[in-house]
């Protein structure tokens, strides 16, 4: 390989490369060191040929000081054999742009004299997108907590709301056990005629149902009983005749035969032997 050609290829890296010897001088550079050298140190000459690339870096002062150490450490140990290669990056921020840097410091293989590769790749666009990355990771982990506070807080709620509601349905029942059903009673003792005292039992029976875990069992079927089909399993649950629930109700036999055969279907009773009475006691 040519001198020329070797230059040519040089210069057609987008890194900022210097060429170092042992004492970390700087005998070559390429084309996009020299531009950057002349956009950002004006006072330096723009090859920066026979500079001490490790004395500018220990010489570095202010926010870019910790950052030269570190690079002026790595290129020592490089040139002393200590380790192959040395890479960090690191902030080289202008005061009109925030820029970074992958440094990266080699030994040319072979070489005699001694000569180190040291090249500054531009990294700013790769710093700016992790940048979001994390900004967007962050305000994830935020809305992430707030979502998680917040369905902590609709827990809170649906608890007070289910401890609200047993506490009203136990009053509820309470009341409808120590109130209301024992009026009946004292209906019972007016002598009621014999269909007013149907009637008086029919709806006695119902309350008694909904202070009894009946309706609630018998609605968690996945058939849906229509409300005329929940009063005569209540009746039929009572042992009372299709006879009698027609005439509690003022439906024909055919009609109370025909919510039966509903009912033993919609509750699975396909065997025939099976009593729906005896079905619908065990539902308590």
Not at 33 to 45: D, H, K, Q
Not at 241 to 258: G, H, M, R, Y
Request: aromatic share 6%; net charge positive.
């Amino acid at each position: 390989m040519t001198q020329q050609y070797a230059e040519t290829i040089l210069n057609s890296l987008s890194a900022h490369v210097a060429i170092i010897d042992s004492n970390g001088v700087i005998i070559d550079t390429n084309k996009a060191l020299r531009e950057f050298a002349i956009s950002n140190n004006p006072g330096m000459r723009p090859d920066m040929l026979n500079i001490n690339y490790l004395k500018i870096c220990d010489a570095a002062n202010g926010e870019t000081a910790g950052s030269a150490a570190q690079v002026a450490m790595g290129i020592r140990q490089v040139i002393k054999g200590n380790i192959d290669e040395f890479v960090m990056d690191y902030p080289c921020h202008s005061p009109g742009n925030k820029r970074w840097f992958y440094m990266r410091a080699v030994r040319v293989a072979g070489s005699q004299p001694l000569q180190i590769v040291v090249s500054h790749e531009n990294i700013t666009p790769l710093k700016i997108a992790e940048h979001k990355l994390l900004q967007r990771e962050a305000e994830l982990k935020q809305k992430t907590l707030g979502l998680e506070e917040a369905n902590a807080a609709l827990r809170a709620l649906l608890r007070h709301r289910d401890e609200d509601l047993k506490e009203m349905e136990q009053t509820f029942f309470q009341n409808l056990k120590q109130t209301i059903l024992p009026s009946f009673d004292q209906l019972k003792k007016l002598n009621p005629s014999g269909k007013e005292k149907k009637i008086i039992s029919l709806i006695e029976s119902e309350l008694n149902n909904i202070a009894s875990p009946f309706l609630r069992h018998i609605s968690n079927f996945e058939a849906v009983l229509t409300p005329q089909e929940l009063k005569i399993a209540s009746l039929i649950k009572q042992g009372q005749s299709s006879k009698e629930i027609a005439d509690l109700l003022n439906l024909s036999i055919t009609t109370v035969n025909f919510h039966r055969r509903n009912l033993r279907d919609k509750l699975g009773l396909k065997n025939t032997a099976t009593n729906l009475n005896t079905f619908l006691l065990h539902l308590n």
